[in-house]
């Protein structure tokens, strides 16, 4: 069919500084990608990839980052990701990097409301985020010292492993309806 | 008697040649400007890099040889950014303030072409 067709950067930012991350807003990032987009690939890639782009969902508390950007010039967006070395917000700047985890193509355009309610649209970059942040306490868990830290850890580790049997199960009962 | 079969042979010849060669003049609106090859090849990489970014502004771009007095010179970009080139001169609008404009004379594969120009071939 004749539409407009995205590709979306799952994406983390990486920063030393705990202050960047809580710094972190969409328009901010917004402008910050614009302006890298800008610096690497001039005028021609700054007016390719603004078209598109927006930033879809960000988690200040993790730093995850997903950005859309149109089919033909992800690779621009993509490109420029590396060269972003600071954040900047409010005269302070943090140095930080991106760090991309996965592309997604996407098949339905939607707005993501939960889990078992996404026809297939961004489903892969979803799946993909839980089972990373799944892993992501996995990792918290064998690195924390303190013990109060260790039990707010495990207990939401119990909880995230009893919503993926809950998801499975809600999968198979959709897949047997059709 | 029926004519014998025609046998041809077909020859195509894919340009593999990985460097493009460019004759430019650069014309400014006033006259009494100087620039020589540093700041000619600056202007360059400055067009380049206002259109394409920093990325494409690193292509390997040499200026093979250049005159002031006319402030013309043959260029070599790989055939790649041969485009990027051409688009970005075109592009250009002004050095320091002054306007000035790039005029493409030649553009070949090769070097050899450059050499004769049928353009300028004057009848008697």
Redesign the interface.
């Known amino acids: 069919m004749v539409r407009f067709k995205h590709r979306y950067l799952l994406c983390e930012l990486v920063s030393d500084d705990p202050r960047c991350r809580l710094s972190l807003d969409d328009r901010v990032l917004s402008s910050l990608v614009r302006d890298t987009i800008a610096r690497m690939h001039g005028t021609f890639g700054a007016a390719a990839c603004s078209i598109g782009f927006a930033v879809r969902y960000l988690n200040a508390y993790t730093g995850i980052v997903l950005l859309r950007c149109r089919k033909e010039f992800y690779q621009l967006v993509w490109s420029a990701l590396p060269f972003i070395t600071y954040l900047e917000n409010k005269g302070h700047r943090y140095p930080c990097f991106f760090n991309t985890l996965h592309v997604g193509v996407e098949t339905f355009h939607k707005l993501l409301t939960t889990i078992t309610h996404m026809p297939g649209t961004i489903r892969t970059c979803q799946k993909f985020l839980i089972q990373y942040n799944r892993k992501q306490l996995l990792i918290l868990l064998q690195n924390c010292t303190d013990e109060g830290e260790r039990e707010a850890i495990q207990k939401s580790v119990t909880r995230s492993c009893l919503l993926e049997e809950e998801e499975e199960s809600s999968e198979e009962a959709a897949e047997t309806m059709e | 008697m029926p004519a014998p079969a025609a046998t041809y042979e077909r020859v195509v010849y894919k340009n593999p040649s990985e460097h493009h060669y460019m004759k430019v003049c650069l014309e400014f609106q006033d006259c009494g400007v100087g620039l020589n090859a540093a700041q000619f090849k600056q202007l360059l990489i400055s067009a380049?890099?206002?259109?394409?970014?920093?990325?494409?502004a690193a292509l390997p771009l040499d200026i093979l040889c250049y005159e002031e007095k006319t402030l013309s010179a043959i260029l070599r970009i790989c055939s790649s950014g041969l485009v990027k080139l051409w688009s970005s001169l075109t592009l250009l609008g002004s050095y320091k303030g002054k306007k000035c404009a790039f005029r493409v004379i030649q553009v070949s594969p090769f070097l050899l072409a450059l050499s004769g120009n049928s353009r300028e071939l004057v009848l008697d």
Do not use: C, S, T, Y
Request: glycine fraction near 12%; aromatic fraction near 12%.
């Open positions: 380049v890099k206002d259109l394409f970014g920093e990325v494409d």
